[in-house]
């Protein structure tokens, strides 16, 4: 399944000639997103599993790195 979502990532990417229609409410979900998860990080792995600030706060980078790039495509294949 993978395989096939880089492959038509790939396909539109080459019939778009490199150039996306970028549309504001995509990235506006995409931060939601972040937001969302982050405050999960925030408070549900600090209070469950007792981690410390500093081990929450590299999640929350690591979260704010990751889902743009995970969130993305799916995005771009619904329109957004």
């Known amino acids: 399944m993978l395989k096939t979502l880089i492959q038509n990532y790939r396909e539109e990417y080459r019939e778009a000639d490199g150039d996306f229609d970028h549309r504001i409410i995509g990235y506006?979900?995409?931060?939601?997103?972040?937001?969302?998860?982050?405050?999960?990080?925030?408070?549900t792995v600090k209070n469950e599993f007792g981690l410390t600030d500093s081990a929450v706060f590299l999640l929350i980078i690591l979260a704010g790195v990751l889902l743009p790039f995970i969130l993305w495509y799916p995005m771009r294949k619904v329109g957004f």
């Open 28 to 43: 506006g979900l995409i931060g939601i997103a972040i937001l969302g998860v982050n405050a999960m990080i925030a408070t």
